[in-house]
């Protein structure tokens, strides 16, 4: 019990809570902002924290990491660009919600479920941090390609009822994927001679380019004079209210486990998090064919999923020392000169300083939490202006974002071009979705596959129970939806035939 | 809302005017006597956040002091390192833009990259990242010994993980294969920490990777590093013998540096040497270099010149068939 | 989503294509993807292999995945002229606005402006440049008077460059 109260005790102090404050701000801003990434705002906060002692310096960082998954969702909900990779399946149904006059709800609802999200995340973190990074370590290569060939199922669940066009889309990511040099052997493969693209598509340029690029791209193609196409004056309620709160319970339920799970593997993060527990709430749902078309269980689920991988990484961060995702491994480079080593021995040597790590982000959680739900009537505000001053703001907002990743133009160059083909897609009816999750997928699923075969051939894959496993888990997926959908047309027909009395 | 609007806005189109006025940097034709007059880029050709990225940092801010003008570090990632590298190349040879110049500087060149490290002047050495091989803590090789009549018995038979094809890591796994007259087989992963997490989870036999990456999960008993190919033993790894001392002659390693466009006048680069060595002897430099797990040097420019230049070769016939 | 608007420009006879329930709609996407398949596989066949350790060389992946795409490609088209010869042409949900004549000219307005700003950016200095392109923006977008064209640009190009340049440090 004492490390509980050791730990949580030393953040009583009110330079902690002021450097929380700052963190706080700084990562709902960098959040909010397209192109900019958590990473990148640690990153270059942990340049001067180095200067402070290690608490007040974790306390920026770990707020900065904390907040910013709650500053993106912002701009995918109201502009249909994710603020960061974490927010993209908070477009599915965020702005599809905000399109129907329902931005207040969702802004609000999107924030409850990150909060509840996350806590979830920094639970797990403190009862069961060493066991649960143990279970990561069984996930090699070929358990990894296992779990990726079944986050490929979901292509289908994010085609929005258009399968083939659907998966012309995920082969169109996948093949993006594919651009860059070889993962194995480092041949080169569609890069046509240029450097930039021999590390494969800028993926954030990607997004901002076939979802809010695309989207700004589409109003100025079709808004008419004195004709409002933007509908999003209006807000609704802002509250959820008792109805909305029974609807959300199943996705938070789903969207929590998902994330904790997909948090704890190492490698994967937020993004992949949230599409996968976008796509599990809607198998379960009642209502399925609404997800995609402003379902407040779709934002909802997505929301909490991404979130709970938080606490997921910085579990496998501090109980094996190994980076969970790109943020801690920075966190992990500030930590060492602390003096603080991440791994087995913090648990048993420093235990209340786990216990601080957790509170810093429990307090930064409802700081951002509140913070979101203060502030959101400001934010919406941008909205109301007239349509021209918005499209200049996204588009240069987005230029500049992008440019700031790697200071480069040609990822501004890829997000222009990327939002052209969005703007493709979009008027032949084509779903983004796919497009995405093959992006983040394709690499993953050709390098581990081909790290696994490497190892130990086929038998890599074949004997291990976890990937034999998620491989006969995502042929359920695959198969058993035409099935159901087969017996009950049967059934259907049965009663048809079966006069009515 | 309306006036606190208008205000802001009268106060920044001022802000705008103004700097816009002295935005005009460019065409500096100023005696190089006065070196330096204005703040100094310093490339990095990574992303923030990494190993590198903090010893450019830190080395800058030490720097600045000595120089007396502010150190503006730049990331521009890509193309392995490749984007930054080249840029940095293509920057006039003013002293105003310096970078940080990796062992990458001397390997994309073998690896089809338009990247010579004769389009720079040399600054100085500041830091080495010897490689390391480890295997997981219940591994059944005690030794590097062990590890290599192992690969001897049944040539690519033991998988040694690293963090990316076209790696120095992967290169020095070969370069361990071609000194022992044995054949390992380099398995790639997406960076050092998921290569460095395969070996503790036991996917691999064994992992090469940079000293900082390896001995945090030694000091924890997760891996076991079996020799650091340095020229003497590490003190953050005092229990770990050299190859050398176990008979494989061996030193093979990442290294990071500092370098300008070919072409610096004389006394603007003598300067910036100046400024160098005492940025890379400073206590707040070696410390944090030391306290991140890799080690910190201060290897003067002509030295670290002729490193270079046979570091180049080197790797040419090590990465030769890649070509 | 909104129904046939009478709006300000007419919409074009392509577009016209591209939104109703047209066979084209599905015979373009198709068009484009096996096009895109095709290009793909051939430029896989350029992809160098090298004889090594490796179990599957660096072409087999792309070669399965223009496979896949063509295969698409083929099944779209099959599944559209089924459709059409059943008559029963389901209406799309999602039809998008219709373009219009002046939203293209818009468009490609714009596109050049940014276009223009690329090749600006590396003469001018940041703060002038953006604050120009959004001033093009904005005018092109329908935005009139000097509070459009003046303020708006200098106040969001100073939030950039105060955001990017000073707290961020990006090298503008």
Same mark, same amino acid.
């Given at each position: 019990m004492s490390p509980i109260v050791e730990g949580f005790g030393a953040l009583l102090d009110p330079t902690i809570l002021l450097c929380i404050g700052a963190g706080a701000l700084l990562g709902m801003l960098v959040g909010a902002f397209p192109g900019v990434t958590a990473t990148m705002a640690v990153a270059l906060a942990s340049s001067f924290t180095l200067a402070l002692d290690p608490l007040p310096g974790l306390a920026v960082l770990l707020t900065i990491y904390v907040s910013s998954n709650f500053g993106d969702r912002v701009p995918a909900i109201l502009v249909n660009t994710p603020g960061t990779p974490a927010s993209i399946a908070t477009t599915f149904d965020g702005y599809a919600m905000a399109r129907k006059g329902q931005a207040g709800l969702a802004l609000t609802a999107s924030a409850f479920a990150s909060a509840w999200g996350?806590?979830?995340?920094?639970? #797990?973190?403190?009862?069961?941090?060493?066991?649960?990074?143990?279970?990561? #370590?069984?996930f090699g290569p070929a358990e990894m390609f296992a779990l990726v060939v079944f986050g490929l199922t979901m292509m289908i669940g994010v085609s929005g009822g258009k399968i083939v066009k659907g998966l012309m889309a995920g082969a169109l990511g996948l093949l993006l994927g594919a651009v860059g040099r070889d993962p194995i052997t480092g041949t080169p493969r569609f890069t046509f001679g240029i450097p930039e693209l021999s590390d494969g598509v800028p993926f954030i340029a990607a997004i901002i380019g076939l979802f809010g690029i695309a989207e700004v791209l589409n109003q100025i193609l079709t808004h008419r004079r004195g004709h409002k196409v933007e509908p999003i004056k209006e807000f609704g309620r802002w509250f959820p209210n008792k109805r909305d709160w029974r609807t959300m319970l199943k996705p938070l339920a789903v969207g929590s486990g998902v994330g904790g799970v997909v948090g704890?593997?190492?490698?994967?993060?937020?993004?992949?998090?949230?599409?996968?527990?976008?796509?599990?709430?809607?198998?379960?749902?009642?209502?399925p064919d609404r997800f995609g078309k402003g379902s407040l269980e779709g934002i909802t689920a997505a929301d909490t999923s991404s979130n709970a991988t938080l606490g997921g990484s910085v579990t496998t961060t501090l109980a094996l020392g190994l980076p969970g995702d790109s943020v801690m491994a920075v966190m992990i480079g500030s930590m060492v000169v602390w003096g603080i080593q991440p791994g087995p021995s913090l648990f048993t040597n420093q235990p209340d300083l786990v216990y601080s790590i957790a509170g810093i982000m429990l307090i930064a959680t409802v700081v951002a939490l509140l913070?979101?739900?203060?502030?959101?009537?400001?934010?919406?505000? #941008?909205?109301?202006?007239?349509?021209?001053?918005?499209?200049?703001?996204? #588009?240069?907002?987005? %230029?500049?974002?992008?440019?700031?990743?790697?200071?480069?133009?040609?990822?501004?160059?890829? %997000?222009?071009v990327l939002g052209l083909v969005g703007l493709f897609l979009k008027r032949f009816g084509i779903p983004p979705g796919p497009v995405v999750l093959g992006l983040i997928l394709g690499s993953l699923a050709e390098g581990n596959l081909r790290r696994a075969l490497e190892i130990g051939g086929p038998a890599n894959i074949l004997t291990s129970p976890i990937a034999v496993g998620l491989l006969l888990v995502s042929l359920l997926a695959l198969v058993g939806p035409p099935v159901r959908t087969a017996l009950r047309n049967r059934r259907a027909k049965k009663a048809l035939e079966t006069p009515a009395p | 809302m309306r006036p606190t609007f208008f205000k802001l806005a009268a106060v920044a189109t001022g802000a705008v005017l103004l700097t816009a006025g002295c935005a005009d940097r460019g065409g500096v034709t100023e005696d190089s006597s006065e070196y330096p007059s204005e703040d100094v880029t310093l490339v990095v050709p990574y992303d923030a956040g990494g190993a590198s990225d903090l010893a450019a940092r830190t080395l800058a801010a030490e720097m600045e002091e000595t120089l007396g003008q502010s150190i503006i570090v730049e990331n521009r990632s890509g193309g392995a390192g490749s984007v930054g590298l080249e840029y940095l190349a293509g920057r006039p040879a003013d002293g105003y833009t310096i970078g940080y110049l990796p062992v990458e500087t001397v390997m994309l060149g073998h690896q089809g990259y338009d990247v010579d490290p004769a389009d720079y002047d040399l600054i100085g050495q500041m830091v080495s990242v010897p490689a390391t091989v480890a295997v997981p803590a219940d591994s059944p090789y005690e030794t590097l010994d062990d590890l290599v009549e192992a690969a001897k018995?049944?040539?690519?038979?033991?998988?040694?993980?690293?963090?990316?094809?076209?790696?120095?890591?992967?290169?020095?796994?070969?370069e361990l294969g071609n000194a022992t007259g044995s054949e390992f087989k380099p398995v790639p992963f997406d960076g050092g920490a998921p290569a460095v997490t395969a070996a503790v989870g036991g996917q691999v036999d064994a992992v090469v990777a940079g000293i900082s990456e390896t001995a945090p999960s030694h000091s924890e008993g997760q891996l076991r590093v079996l020799a650091v190919f340095d020229s003497e033993p590490s003190e953050s790894l005092p229990d770990v013998q050299t190859a050398a001392e176990q008979g494989v002659d061996v030193t093979i390693g990442g290294w990071g540096g500092i370098g300008a466009p070919a072409g610096l006048p004389e006394d603007v680069l003598q300067k910036l040497e100046e400024a160098f060595a005492a940025a890379a002897d400073s206590e707040e430099f070696t410390t944090i270099i030391s306290d991140s797990g890799n080690i910190p040097v201060n290897v003067p420019a002509a030295e670290y010149a002729q490193f270079v230049e046979d570091e180049h070769k080197r790797f040419g016939e090590l990465l030769g068939n890649q070509d | /989503?909104?129904?046939?608007?009478?709006?300000?420009?007419?919409?074009?006879?392509?577009?016209?294509?591209?939104?109703?329930?047209?066979?084209?709609?599905?015979? !373009?996407?198709?068009?484009?993807?096996?096009?895109?398949? !095709?290009?793909?596989?051939?430029?896989?066949?350029?992809?160098?292999?090298?004889?090594?350790?490796?179990?599957?060389?660096?072409?087999?992946?792309?070669?399965?995945?223009?496979?896949?795409?063509?295969?698409?490609a083929v099944l779209l088209v099959a599944g559209t002229l089924r459709k059409r010869s059943a008559k029963a042409v389901a209406a799309d949900t999602d039809i998008p606005d219709p373009a219009t004549r002046e939203g293209a000219w818009r468009l490609v307005a /714009?596109?050049?402006?940014?276009?223009?700003?690329? !090749?600006?950016?590396?003469?001018?200095?940041?703060?002038v440049s953006t604050a120009l392109l959004f001033a093009a923006l904005t005018w092109i977008g329908g935005g009139r008077g000097w509070k459009a064209l003046l303020l708006f640009p200098v106040v969001v190009t100073t939030v950039l460059h105060l955001l990017f340049g000073v707290l961020l440090r990006v090298p503008l």
């Open positions: 996350t806590v979830v995340g920094l639970v #797990l973190l403190m009862v069961a941090a060493i066991p649960l990074s143990r279970l990561a #370590l069984n704890i593997v190492p490698a994967t993060g937020g993004d992949i998090a949230g599409i996968l527990g976008w796509d599990q709430a809607r198998r379960v749902s009642k209502r913070a979101s739900i203060m502030r959101m009537r400001g934010v919406a505000k #941008l909205l109301e202006l007239p349509q021209h001053f918005l499209w200049a703001v996204i #588009l240069v907002f987005c %230029m500049v974002g992008t440019y700031a990743v790697s200071n480069n133009v040609f990822d501004v160059g890829v %997000m222009l | 018995e049944d040539p690519g038979s033991i998988t040694v993980s690293n963090s990316g094809a076209g790696s120095i890591w992967e290169a020095a796994t070969t | /989503m909104s129904p046939e608007a009478p709006g300000t420009g007419a919409p074009s006879p392509a577009e016209e294509g591209a939104r109703s329930a047209h066979p084209l709609r599905d015979l !373009v996407p198709a068009a484009a993807g096996a096009a895109l398949a !095709v290009g793909a596989f051939v430029l896989t066949l350029g992809i160098p292999v090298r004889e090594g350790l490796t179990q599957i060389g660096p072409r087999w992946w792309p070669e399965v995945l223009s496979g896949a795409l063509l295969l698409l /714009m596109l050049g402006s940014i276009l223009g700003y690329g !090749v600006l950016w590396y003469f001018v200095d940041f703060r």
